[in-house]
């Protein structure tokens, strides 16, 4: 059954958070989360609901599957100290920082010597400190006992990268995440800023149903932030991450803006609605040859391969897409995703095309009508129930 408004109302972020990590001491993360889901959706009050997260809890019954939902480890772990936080327990590492938690807080701790372009943790302070929910907030920054840059946010348990590893998401999911998801976009692009790196592990869950923080900032271009070498029409192409990366990037189009988020959010919201899900085109590995080559033979193949009538801005890129390649015709996205709600896959269709033709975040939040409005007030309450006072003094 659906949930319920009337009891679903009073059940928080922190409770639902709370609960995943009691069934996850007898299960795996991914299984946790959907346990704790089905209870959520099938329960008719809140009653029937903790009960149901408590025979999760008490079940013993182990699964197979060991994907990562929430980003803390479930047993005490003896963590590291970084400046004058203790027990740090180490969360992730990227190209350029490793992550860390301590207690409510991450820790993003730069270990690059140098920049390298396009990741710059001073630029991505900068942009930070520009940002509202529901973009992630920067609280702190500072050195640590080893003189390393050290950038503090509110710890955020899950990420949608997790949440899609344990099954598709339902709809009142995918409402609230990409609500908020969306909102973050028209924000930063409202300000100039380009994300660039627009992924499922990018934006980070309070729990399954949100609220939903856009993170990720440290390849992001701003048009005064970035430095004079990248200017707006001679952009760094070694951008994104695999099947997110938009067309006109793969063709070398140094111009490109904010249509190159808005490929990813449509890749993002299109994988969400597969079931498994599953990105709607195939990308190998970074380093495996003929990458780029296979995700241009992928994208192809589903949305057709361009012409210049389709495509018209591309009769201007250095690579031009419209030679060496075999002719395939478009899909349609009922085809590509048969049982999605039409309002999704809609989105999708204006999201997923060539760049002349995408919505902006700003034309995709008008069309959208949403169950899930969640104003600035009820977010703020969220936060202050996950204990993230800083940010609240701070709005």
């Known amino acids: 059954m659906s949930p319920s408004p009337a009891w679903t109302s009073s059940l928080s972020a922190l409770d639902r958070y709370e609960a995943i990590r009691s069934i996850e001491a007898s ?104 940002l509202r929910p529901p973009c992630i907030p920067l609280l702190d920054v500072f050195r640590d006992q080893e003189q390393r840059l050290v950038l503090k946010f509110p710890f955020v348990p899950m990420t949608l990268a997790g949440l899609l590893a ?35 592990s990018a934006v980070l869950l309070a729990s399954p149903t949100g609220p939903a923080f856009l993170s990720d900032f440290g390849t992001a271009w701003h048009p005064s932030l970035s430095p004079p070498s990248e200017p707006a029409d001679a952009k760094i192409l070694d951008i994104g991450t695999g099947a997110y990366r938009a067309p006109e990037v793969l063709f070398a189009h140094r111009g490109y803006g904010p249509p190159v988020d808005m490929w990813g959010l449509g890749v993002m919201l299109a994988e969400a609605l597969r079931s498994p899900p599953c990105p709607p085109f195939e990308s190998r590995s970074v380093d495996e040859d003929g990458n780029q080559l296979g995700l241009i033979l992928s994208i192809f193949k589903t949305l057709g391969t361009p012409t210049a009538e389709t495509w018209p801005e591309a009769r201007h890129f250095l690579v031009s897409p419209f030679e060496l390649w075999t002719v395939f015709p478009p899909r349609s996205w009922a085809e590509i995703l048969p049982v999605a709600d039409p309002l999704f896959r809609d989105l999708v269709a204006a999201l997923v095309r060539y760049d002349g033709q995408r919505a902006s975040a700003t034309e995709v939040s008008r069309k959208v009508h949403t169950t899930y409005p969640a104003s600035s007030v009820a977010l703020i309450s969220q936060l202050q129930a996950l204990g993230f006072q800083c940010l609240v003094e701070a709005s």
């Open 27 to 130: 299960h795996p993360a991914a299984e946790a989360v959907a346990l704790e889901r089905r209870a959520y959706e099938d329960s008719a009050s809140r009653d029937e609901y903790d009960a149901a997260c408590s025979r999760a809890a008490g079940s013993n019954i182990q699964s197979a599957s060991h994907d990562a939902v929430l980003l803390s480890p479930i047993s005490p772990v003896t963590g590291i100290r970084i400046g004058p936080y203790n027990d740090c327990v180490f969360v992730a590492e990227g190209v350029t920082s490793r992550v860390y938690r301590s207690e409510d807080c991450a820790l993003k701790v730069i270990i690059a010597h140098a920049p390298l372009e396009p990741h710059s943790p001073q630029r991505e302070i900068k942009v930070l400190q520009r």
């Open 166 to 200: 344990a099954g598709q998401p339902s709809s009142t999911e995918l409402r609230a995440i990409f609500t908020d998801t969306l909102r973050a976009l028209e924000a930063i692009h409202a300000d100039g800023i380009v994300h660039r790196d627009i992924k499922p």
